[in-house]
């Protein structure tokens, strides 16, 4: 479920002025899941940027306030959503952990880095989703530590079908402060993208899984 559109719009316009969109529908970036996409947009550029960097986690600080309260804790999925998750914590002055992609392969092998304590209710900060998977498996292992997953809130999502179906099977809602057609609408406005560039984005948008192949 994506936020208010003055947000998603001007999270959107941030997005295409400091170049974290990025366009090669002649070379398709490749996923983790295996899709090819003309488009790849890098959130992680707006850490670079203090107005863009605080005005995002000043939306996600209202986002969890108005939707799921204040939790015990705030978690960020490794590796992307770290940063912004510990700006959250710090602006909220709530505790913070991390969740890896896969259990560390020395020391303590820990999956969650940081102080969680059974029982605990948490919201999960994420930067980008796309079919939810990654971001799942890290609700998946806070709830296997025995953490209550209050929701998810993400600055971005392409808004897929499947990642909505798949948040919807494992009962954990989400919220994402811009989507995929607000950021499109504004790089027409803006004319970042061509004629061409719409009419490809348009058609990888409605076939994602089989685009490019």
């Known amino acids: 479920m994506p936020v208010g559109n003055e947000t998603a719009e001007k999270i959107a316009e941030h997005l295409l002025q400091i170049k974290a969109i990025k366009l090669q529908p002649a070379q398709p970036f490749t996923w983790a899941s295996g899709w090819k996409s003309p488009i ?49 914590a710090e602006a909220m002055g709530l505790p913070f952990v991390y969740i890896r992609s896969s259990p560390k392969d020395h020391g303590r092998e820990n999956l969650i880095e940081g102080e969680l304590k059974e029982g605990q209710s948490a919201v999960v900060i994420e930067d980008l989703v796309s079919t939810g998977g990654s971001s799942l498996k890290a609700v998946k292992a806070l709830r296997d530590a025995g953490c209550k997953v209050t929701g998810m809130v993400s600055v971005f999502t392409y808004s ?33 993208i061509t004629n061409a560039d719409l009419h490809t984005l348009r058609a990888w948008r409605e076939h994602p899984e089989t685009w490019g192949r």
């Open 40 to 88: 790849y947009c890098d959130n992680r550029i707006s850490l670079s940027h203090p107005k863009v960097r605080t005005y995002i986690r000043q939306a996600l600080v209202k986002t969890i306030e108005e939707k799921f309260g204040r939790p015990d804790v705030i978690a960020g999925v490794a590796t992307a959503a770290i940063a912004q998750g510990a700006l959250v």
């Open 160 to 192: 897929f079908s499947i990642a909505e179906e798949n948040f919807r099977k494992e009962n954990c809602p989400i919220i994402s402060l811009c989507n995929y057609e607000t950021l499109i609408e504004k790089a027409v406005e803006s004319n970042f």
